[in-house]
T-cell receptor
Framework: DQQVKQNSPSLSVQEGRISILNCDYTNSMFDYFLWYKKYPAEGPTFLISISSIKDKNEDGRFTVFLNKSAKHLSLHIVPSQPGDSAVYFC????????????WGLGTSLAVNP | EAQVTQNPRYLITVTGKKLTVTCSQNMNHEYMSWYRQDPGLGLRQIYY???????DKGDVPEGYKVSRKEKRNFPLILESPSPNQTSLYFC????????????FGPGTRLTVL
């Protein structure tokens, strides 16, 4: 059973608009969350993370929101650019067991010019 | 330049012919990991290593072996490859554990006929 779910396999957005990528988790022990971005023919690269002691973390155009009661996090990209077109993976960890990182299946974002 | 290198980048082989995919990092990272990426299945962890001589199974270890004799190298060994191991493989490293930023290699595309 998947503990980290990215329910939208794909998302299409117009350039300049907001992209919102969602991630749900089931394990209440998860307390650290990361987003990675992956372009075709390349390895994933780290994008942004958030600890459960926060409900928001911002880095430039990228903001991650965490709703612990709903076990939900979202990645906002504002404004979206064509270069943001990639697959985005959400991952979660329970820091009490820092050996394991649980990955979602990814959401493919297409930003159209 | 800080990087994770993998070799070969592409490999076509036949069932049963032993192969090794090398992975090397130059960042003095303690944690290293192997993933495979398959359509619709996201990133699945094969094996990981928390430090030299310390390795452990990930989610899909069957048919694979690893070793960590030196800090910088973490080879993936397929003793008797089968067609279901046709996949895109990524090696990654991070400073201590998977919740630290993981740096991924460029990937190895393996086809087993």
């Amino acid at each position: 059973d998947q503990q980290v779910k990215q329910n939208s396999p794909s998302l299409s957005v117009q350039e300049g608009r907001i992209s919102i990528l969602n991630c749900d988790y089931t394990n209440s022990m998860f307390d650290y969350f990361l987003w990675y971005k992956k372009y075709p023919a390349e390895g994933p690269t780290f994008l942004i993370s958030i600890s459960s002691i926060k409900d928001k973390n911002e880095d430039g155009r990228f903001t991650v929101f965490l709703n612990k009661s709903a076990k939900h996090l979202s990645l906002h990209i504002v404004p979206s650019q064509p270069g943001d077109s990639a697959v985005y993976f959400c991952a979660a960890s329970a820091r009490a067991d820092n050996r394991k990182l649980i990955w979602g299946l990814g959401t493919s974002l297409a930003v159209n010019p | 330049e800080a990087q994770v290198t993998q070799n070969p980048r592409y490999l076509i082989t036949v069932t049963g012919k032993k192969l090794t995919v090398t992975c090397s990092q130059n960042m003095n990272h303690e944690y290293m990991s192997w993933y495979r990426q398959d359509p619709g299945l996201g990133l699945r962890q094969i094996y990981y290593s928390m430090n030299v001589e310390v390795t452990d199974k990930g989610d899909v270890p069957e048919g694979y072996k690893v070793s960590r004799k030196e800090k910088r190298n973490f080879p993936l060994i397929l003793e008797s490859p089968s067609p279901n191991q046709t996949s895109l493989y990524f090696c990654a490293s991070s400073s201590r554990d998977p919740t630290d930023t993981q740096y991924f290699g460029p990937g190895t595309r393996l086809t087993v006929l």
